[in-house]
């Protein structure tokens, strides 16, 4: 039962949407592994922090295969993690601090040990079980082929074969068969999923690969890898994006809006930006995730595009834009910014995945700059946080915690590792459990040590020692969660022109400015009215220097 407002159906519009990956945030049971009551503990400091909601990755009852991602019961609570009883108490221990609390809800895959994929096991071929997943025969006189050469997402092939010699697909790891959104059980389970959590008072949803869920694989034989790549993505793909998706998510919606408020949802959506408003409209499930951000370098031109962009694709879809420069699928900001900016594609996406040739701890590749990342990630943050619309922060961020490199390969739990031979080693170093603490065991996370060892140097970017340092990235957060209370009365923002192509400026209507000096040089603004700033800075003479690499928020 959520005790906001009734008539609050707005209230993710520009909402400050905290992050957590609930195995690494806080252990209160000491087994090495974050929970439920962890989070429950930590509610004043979240609270503090500001935040208006939390969003929590996947807490359910999993092998672990993807970090939680591979869900074997939509309806639980992993026993490592607590029960749904430990649930509602962090609910209402949430609500009562005012902060929502969003979920994530993973369609386009089960667990391998759900009880649906093991029940499809058993059955065999043909069965009513296995038309909830994709199975297949194989190629070749004995159907011992694979039917297609495609690539899983964490690496190798998409297709795994059962005893009986069908192949199921797996656009993830083999422990994630993917489902069958044709299949009129699948819809009807997860519109149940959707209300058992509803009903108990969560306040909206996160979508996992939401553009995925429906298929049509109907063609024999399938394409291959190069031509699936080549076919557009524009409604008819035959895996990624198709228009039908939609239907799903109108009923979704459907039920979202019976509750009081209505539920809130927000897409994760790999899809061009001209098809992104699909997702982010009030039919459909309303906000999406704009992850332009992450693909930036520390760049005036790129971020100005961007936030242009993004905003006219949010006011046209009737939406808000979201900002997120970090979660649990990349590396941290701080370390991103301070590695050299990867090469580009033709198409101006990043050639490979930022940061990753630095985790391979190549001895002779980028040695990082510790302390410009830290700054130019503070500029960033604060600029985002100006802006109209709602943003994401990932659990450890608002303590500038870099990437973790310093893990070996026995210590790794990412597939991506297993799966690539170690040739990317994935997402593990922004997993890492939180430093609650200067010292001591496991930081702070819990009694007994911690499922990811944690590097020494944790401790100086510990909630104790930030909270004695009025400079760091914990204080700064809160100052800024805080001040953006005054400008969340409007959705807009107009550019302000600096002179400087390394200088943003915009403006909100409440006459609050944001200056971000992009570049190295200082500059020089007109102001006596500064209400922030990423690093220090002297007003003297009715002007502010503002250092390079630095935001001021400037009050109206
Ligand atoms: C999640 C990942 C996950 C994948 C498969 C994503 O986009 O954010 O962490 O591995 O979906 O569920």
């Given at each position: 039962?959520?005790?906001?407002?009734?008539?609050?159906?707005?209230?993710w519009?520009?909402?400050?949407?905290?992050?957590?990956?609930?195995?690494?945030?806080?252990?209160a049971?000491?087994?090495?592994?974050?929970?439920?009551?962890?989070?429950?503990?930590?509610?004043?400091?979240?609270?503090?922090?500001?935040?208006?909601?939390?969003?929590?990755?996947?807490?359910?009852?999993?092998?672990?295969?993807?970090?939680?991602?591979?869900?074997?019961?939509?309806?639980?609570?992993?026993?490592?993690?607590?029960?749904?009883?430990?649930?509602?108490?962090?609910?209402?221990?949430?609500?009562?601090?005012?902060?929502?609390?969003?979920?994530?809800?993973?369609?386009?895959?089960?667990?391998?040990?759900?009880?649906?994929?093991?029940?499809?096991?058993?059955?065999?071929?043909?069965?009513?079980?296995?038309?909830?997943?994709?199975?297949r025969?194989?190629?070749?006189?004995?159907?011992?082929?694979?039917?297609?050469?495609?690539?899983?997402s964490?690496?190798?092939?998409?297709?795994?074969?059962?005893?009986?010699?069908?192949?199921?697909?797996?656009?993830?790891?083999?422990?994630?068969?993917?489902?069958?959104?044709?299949?009129?059980?699948?819809?009807?389970?997860?519109?149940?999923?959707?209300?058992?959590?509803?009903?108990?008072?969560?306040?909206?949803?996160?979508i996992?690969?939401?553009?995925m869920?429906?298929?049509?694989?109907?063609?024999?034989?399938?394409?291959?890898?190069?031509?699936?790549?080549?076919?557009?993505?524009?409604?008819?793909?035959?895996?990624?994006?198709?228009?039908?998706?939609?239907?799903?998510?109108?009923?979704?919606?459907?039920?979202?809006n019976?509750?009081d408020?209505?539920?809130?949802?927000?897409?994760?959506?790999?899809?061009?930006?001209?098809?992104?408003?699909?997702?982010?409209?009030?039919?459909?499930?309303?906000?999406?995730?704009?992850?332009?951000?992450?693909?930036?370098?520390?760049?005036?031109?790129?971020?100005?595009?961007?936030?242009?962009?993004?905003?006219?694709?949010?006011?046209?879809?009737?939406?808000?834009?979201?900002?997120?420069?970090?979660?649990?699928?990349?590396?941290?900001?701080?370390?991103?910014?301070?590695?050299?900016?990867?090469?580009?594609?033709?198409?101006?996406?990043?050639?490979?995945?930022?940061?990753?040739?630095?985790?391979q701890?190549?001895?002779?590749?980028?040695?990082?700059?510790?302390?410009?990342?830290?700054?130019?990630?503070?500029?960033?943050?604060?600029?985002?946080?100006?802006?109209?619309g709602?943003?994401?922060?990932?659990?450890?961020?608002?303590?500038?915690?870099?990437?973790?490199?310093?893990?070996?390969?026995?210590?790794?739990?990412?597939?991506?590792?297993?799966?690539?031979?170690?040739?990317?080693?994935?997402?593990?170093?922004?997993?890492?459990?939180?430093?609650?603490?200067?010292?001591?065991?496991?930081h702070?996370?819990?009694?007994?040590?911690?499922?990811?060892?944690?590097?020494?140097?944790?401790?100086?970017?510990?909630?104790?020692?930030?909270?004695?340092?009025?400079?760091?990235?914990?204080?700064?957060?809160?100052?800024?969660?805080?001040?953006r209370?005054?400008?969340?009365?409007?959705?807009?923002?107009?550019?302000?022109?600096?002179?400087?192509?390394?200088?943003?400026?915009?403006?909100?209507?409440?006459?609050?400015k944001?200056?971000?000096?992009?570049?190295?040089?200082?500059?020089?603004?007109?102001?006596?009215?500064?209400?922030?700033?990423?690093?220090?800075?002297?007003?003297?003479?009715?002007?502010?220097?503002?250092?390079?690499?630095?935001?001021?928020?400037?009050?109206?």
């Amino acid at each position: 039962m959520s005790i906001f407002p009734a008539s609050d159906a707005n209230w993710w519009r520009q909402a400050v949407v905290y992050q957590i990956y609930p195995r690494s945030f806080a252990d209160a049971n000491g087994d090495g592994l974050g929970d439920i009551a962890g989070i429950t503990s930590r509610a004043d400091y979240l609270q503090q922090l500001g935040v208006d909601a939390v969003w929590l990755s996947p807490f359910y009852p999993s092998e672990l295969a993807d970090g939680g991602y591979d869900v074997a019961d939509y309806r639980n609570v992993d026993p490592r993690l607590g029960s749904l009883a430990d649930f509602d108490k962090m609910l209402s221990a949430l609500h009562s601090r005012d902060i929502r609390v969003i979920v994530d809800i993973v369609p386009n895959h089960t667990s391998d040990q759900h009880e649906w994929f093991q029940a499809a096991l058993k059955a065999g071929r043909g069965s009513p079980e296995r038309d909830r997943y994709i199975f297949r025969e194989g190629k070749g006189p004995n159907g011992d082929e694979i039917p297609s050469d495609w690539v899983a997402s964490f690496g190798g092939p998409s297709w795994t074969r059962v005893e009986d010699g069908q192949w199921y697909l797996h656009n993830f790891a083999p422990q994630q068969p993917d489902l069958n959104w044709s299949n009129p059980d699948v819809r009807a389970d997860f519109v149940k999923t959707i209300r058992f959590w509803a009903d108990r008072g969560v306040d909206g949803f996160r979508i996992d690969v939401a553009h995925m869920l429906v298929k049509d694989l109907s063609m024999d034989p399938l394409p291959t890898k190069e031509e699936l790549d080549a076919i557009p993505v524009d409604g008819n793909h035959p895996m990624w994006d198709r228009d039908e998706v939609q239907d799903v998510y109108a009923q979704w919606r459907a039920v979202f809006n019976e509750y009081d408020p209505p539920r809130m949802a927000v897409a994760e959506a790999w899809v061009a930006s001209d098809r992104v408003p699909r997702y982010a409209n009030p039919h459909s499930l309303g906000q999406s995730f704009n992850f332009d951000l992450l693909e930036a370098d520390f760049d005036a031109v790129q971020f100005r595009r961007i936030v242009t962009h993004n905003l006219s694709l949010a006011a046209g879809s009737g939406s808000s834009s979201t900002w997120v420069l970090s979660n649990h699928d990349v590396v941290r900001h701080p370390t991103r910014y301070g590695l050299p900016n990867p090469a580009r594609r033709a198409d101006g996406k990043p050639a490979i995945k930022h940061g990753q040739e630095w985790l391979q701890r190549d001895p002779d590749g980028p040695v990082l700059q510790r302390e410009q990342g830290l700054r130019r990630a503070r500029a960033a943050t604060t600029f985002i946080l100006g802006l109209p619309g709602s943003t994401y922060i990932y659990q450890g961020e608002e303590l500038g915690l870099h990437e973790v490199y310093e893990l070996d390969s026995s210590e790794r739990q990412d597939p991506t590792f297993f799966r690539t031979h170690g040739e990317e080693v994935g997402r593990d170093g922004c997993r890492v459990p939180l430093p609650w603490t200067a010292s001591g065991t496991s930081h702070g996370f819990g009694a007994n040590g911690s499922h990811f060892p944690q590097p020494d140097w944790f401790g100086k970017y510990s909630v104790e020692t930030e909270e004695g340092d009025l400079e760091s990235p914990l204080r700064m957060y809160r100052s800024a969660l805080a001040l953006r209370k005054q400008l969340e009365t409007s959705e807009t923002m107009e550019w302000i022109e600096t002179g400087r192509d390394d200088v943003l400026a915009f403006e909100r209507p409440n006459g609050w400015k944001v200056v971000t000096n992009f570049g190295t040089e200082p500059y020089a603004y007109a102001t006596d009215t500064v209400a922030l700033s990423s690093e220090p800075v002297f007003v003297e003479n009715g002007k502010v220097e503002i250092p390079g690499e630095t935001t001021v928020w400037i009050a109206g």
